[in-house]
């Protein structure tokens, strides 16, 4: 299929206005935007999947019984306090949907609600409440990069993406923002990905094909190993590109979830690069391996080990602990049938073979790991089945990050 | 039950000398031993246990091998390379044994051999047969304190204890040496440790001693969530002490599992206080738990998790992270059950109640996590077991100490 990036982020597909300004939930700085919109012209399609930790944010449990109908109009979300393990917590997500829903003009039950900061400390809902006027005022078919800002927390870097291709000779397009810095273990979603979509899909094939892409995406990127409370991934479809609708696992849904899988891996890849403190995006690409599951275990088990990590961060080749995060992975496999090797744009070594090192140029591995993109390429010798995740380094700027996040 | 803590550490049982030299392992400096012997005046009853890492050093298949009988006589281990993932592993390792056994003029399939250091480089082997002869000249009664020295790799203590207590009126010690600061998650001993007894006891019953004193005490610290390819726990018993062997869970049984029991969390501790960077140790109480095995799994998820981790070092008591790792430890709980505390030798404070956060004196709380030993105190509302877990903080000087472990 063909696929082009294209502008416009989470309002490239028609039909989705959206607009992120401050409001005060985040007090240290008003330049932060903390308050994100986006709105649909009309009603969507929707799916959304979550965190599965078992303390879960309360914006997640008013989000999933608003899209228990598979249908919704628009997104509100806040940084700067994840209104998790907070007092009235549900209640104060469903006052963010009234207010929202009283300024637009749409039912508060069509609305998904997010969050995402400090855990534990009760949202300063008023100030929400009082912004949303101004917050609607501001929606624009160019608002992307608003909303995109105001879901940030420790991130960096902005993630925006939109892609459009074609189905039955009609132009769809797929736009998204993401956040997502630490705490990112994701087993479901990043901690908040939004996504819209002019193709008409219905609501049980949207969900399949989140879920599907979520999994090749999200789900294999890990920046700390601790899985949020507050994970939550949502797609919209408008619908507004007029093809026949989806409603069926049939050619159309399959160049969608394409799209779809591409798009979330892309974001994904972006949330581990700019994990806290990262200097590197590390891709582990393990093959050769029994079943996908095994190969995911291995590579999952690889760019989360703290030793990987920090060896990384030292551009220092210690393939060791790439085999000793294999070996405790809980995947079984034969420990003499690996060969490891490291790549990125200044080359690739291989560092061992059939489990065994090999005497190699350290000078030349040591530039290798100095490139921001960094391969760790695994082949074992179990069966065909492969599978990349992405993670990065572990570095000082890290645990300074998260020595004191709360101040 | 009576114990005193006593002096002498894996030499405090009769019939124990022990010796630690610098051979030559560690290249980089000669004022560090690298290998240490410890040889049982008579035949002892032995057991062991071993990493579950599928990776596995080459030492573990040995001494497994020379196990099978439950006997053995000395132990030899050397610290600088961990020979695993290495060529020529299991011929090198058993090169240390006959090196012993022929200076000794023992059975080379009585000894106990380990390493521990770099995976994937070739042991120097020829380096530990020539010192050898040195090694056993130097054995001594007083030696536990020269073969603990020579077992350290990045350890910044050493860690040696020693028991006595009674056993139908004979006097019974167990002693020990430990070694471990990273790659620790154990399951299944810490990176090395040694004990020896003078308590008559068969192999059956000192091997399933052995197993349940590593449950609740080595396996349930962690230092950085890697487990090693490397980790071994042996126990030799000399019988010398004058006890009726114990051949069944008898009252002499429940004695000495109890001794041995305390002597393993104190060194499991020891092993997390002087975790790689560790500027804290973390216990981590789990109460009100449905089964031991849900304390422990909560327990291990908190002192494991980086975030939480990173705000001990920052001293900040940021109980939210707490509530995620137990939501994402795979273990079922109701999250408005939950109370949080701190507590350290500066006071205790009450952050989290019924999964809600209360307002706490902030300056306080940081006072108390000022301290060098803190504990995370947890009541969960599910029934009455409980367990505590041990770990440490996550430091710049972890970051700095394996960015670039190798040279």
């Known amino acids: ?18 607009s992120g300004i401050h409001v005060g939930v985040k007090t240290n700085n008003v330049d932060k935007k903390d308050l994100a919109l986006i709105v649909a012209d009309c009603a969507c399609a929707a799916a959304a999947v979550y965190t599965k930790n078992v303390v879960k944010a309360a914006p997640l449990y008013v989000t999933k019984e608003n ?53 534990g400390q009760m949202l300063p809902v008023e100030v929400i409440e009082n912004g949303t006027k ?23 870097t902005k993630k925006e993406l939109a892609v459009e291709f074609e189905i039955e000779g ?31 899909i219905n609501p049980e094939m949207i969900q399949k094909a989140l879920v599907a892409a979520t999994n090749m995406s999200f789900n294999r990127v890990s920046v700390d190993g601790d899985s949020s409370t507050n994970d939550t991934l949502a797609l919209l479809a408008s619908g507004l590109s007029g093809n026949a609708e989806i409603t069926q696992q049939n050619k159309a849904y399959e160049i969608f979830s394409e799209a ?3 798009i979330c891996i892309e974001l994904a890849k972006m949330v581990a690069a700019d994990g806290e403190g990262a200097t590197h995006l590390i891709t582990c690409v393990v093959s050769g391996a029994g079943s996908e599951a095994d190969a995911e275990g291995l590579s999952k088990s690889v760019i989360s080990s703290s030793l990987v990590k920090a060896a990384m961060f030292g551009a220092d080749a210690n393939w060791g602990r790439v085999l000793c995060a294999m070996g405790y992975s809980g995947v079984e496999f034969d420990p003499n049938g ?3 090797a490291f790549s ?17 140029d350290e000078e030349l591995a040591k530039k290798i790991l100095t490139e921001h993109e960094i391969t760790i390429d695994i082949k074992i010798n179990e069966g065909n089945a492969s599978c990349t995740c992405w993670g990065c380094d572990l570095t000082y700027d890290y645990v300074r990050i998260n020595g004191d996040y709360r101040s």
Chains 1, 2 share one sequence.
């Open 1 to 18: 299929m063909n696929l082009k990036y294209i502008k416009g982020g989470v309002c490239a597909a028609s039909g989705f206005r959206a």
């Open 67 to 119: 899209l228990k109908n598979g249908r919704a109009r628009a997104i509100i979300a806040n940084s700067g306090n994840a209104n998790a393990c907070a007092p009235k917590g549900e209640e104060n997500a469903r006052k963010m949907c009234i207010a929202v829903s009283q300024e637009l003009g749409i039912c508060a039950d069509d609305i998904v609600v997010a969050s995402t900061g400090v855990i």
């Open 134 to 156: 101004q917050l609607v005022s501001k929606l624009s078919y160019d608002g992307s990069d608003d909303a995109a800002l105001a879901i940030m927390t420790t991130d960096l």
């Open 170 to 200: 009609k132009t769809v397009r797929i736009g998204a923002i993401a956040k997502g810095s630490g705490m990112i273990h994701p087993n479901m979603g990043t901690m908040l990905g939004f996504l819209t979509t002019d193709c008409a």
């Open 260 to 262: 779809l899988n591409t």
């Open 338 to 340: 690996v060969d490891v």
């Open 344 to 360: 990125s744009s200044a080359g690739r070594i291989v560092v061992c073979e059939n489990g065994r090192g090999l005497l190699f």
